[in-house]
């Protein structure tokens, strides 16, 4: 039995076409580049090695895959206009569906560094970077957007949805024109948005005073360098005291002065 097309919009099973599947793996590809871009965007000096920003973006398109193919399912499930549940779906994930993102990312995060699971916290991958935190910290994303899938398909049960799924796209009389809409123009956008949000989210902050690493101790380089700086202005310091009160004297071989003899000089 053929599925029974509405008299407006795309008929059950149009996401699922050949042309539906076409727009979808176009979609894909058109939303990876704004990672790339993002990418070639960040300052050089703060750039992300290839497989640090690879570890980053899957998560997103491990997630982004779950809720697109959610979406599809849902939207499947329906007699009326597939195309125009679809982007209601889509409407709702980018918008109530990016707080509850947000919300899980930092929650997870707070609890992940409080409980000190090093391996857990998003954009920290060890040095060198270790396959098995990457794999944890997709579970756990995977996580957030599974629940953040479940919130939206619950507000989709409150009266009122199949009014605005009438009047959404009925005015666009052409199929195919609704589908090049609903699964190509509107979601790249959006995902576009999306995407560059939540890869600031999760991604490693280089800025930050502080990182930690995956085996849970805390410096950052430039905490190392101001060390060394330090230790190096006060082997300075001893070297020219010595030559103030021992004239003619000269700087032994090693660099580094015996062991005290910096407190017997200043009369410690």
């Known amino acids: 039995m053929a599925a029974r097309s509405p008299a407006h919009g795309c008929g059950s099973g149009a996401l699922l076409g050949r042309f539906g599947v076409l727009l979808q793996a176009l979609l894909a590809l058109c939303a990876f580049s704004t990672l790339m871009l993002k990418r070639f965007k960040e300052p050089k000096e703060e750039r992300r090695p290839w497989r640090i920003w690879f570890y980053d973006t899957s998560k997103q398109a491990i997630g982004a895959l779950f809720i697109h193919f959610a979406n599809v399912f849902l939207s499947d499930l ?5 195309c125009s549940l679809y982007l209601i779906n889509f409407i709702l994930d980018a918008t109530l569906g990016m707080l509850l993102i947000w919300l899980g990312v930092k929650v997870v995060s707070w609890i992940v560094q409080h409980k000190k699971y090093t391996y857990l916290v ?3 991958y060890g040095d060198p970077p270790q396959a098995a935190a990457w794999i944890g910290q997709c579970i756990l994303y995977l ?4 629940f953040e899938k479940t919130v939206i398909s619950l507000v989709l049960l409150i009266p009122g949805w199949t009014k605005l799924q009438q009047i959404l796209l009925g005015y666009i009389p052409s199929p195919q024109l609704e589908l090049i809409l609903v699964m190509l123009v509107v979601p790249f956008i959006v995902n576009a948005i999306m995407f560059w949000v939540v890869d600031s989210l999760i991604m490693k902050k280089y800025k930050q005073k502080d990182s930690l690493d995956i085996s849970g101790s805390i410096e950052s380089p430039r905490a190392r360098r101001t060390e060394e700086s330090q230790m190096m202005r006060l082997e300075d310091a001893w070297l020219s005291l010595c030559r103030a009160k021992t004239p003619g004297w000269r700087q032994p071989f090693s660099s580094e002065p015996p062991v005290g003899s910096f407190k017997s000089e200043v009369g410690y």
């Open 78 to 82: 329906t007699e009326e206009d597939p």
């Open 143 to 146: 996580l957030i957007m599974v």
């Open 122 to 124: 998003f954009g920290e």
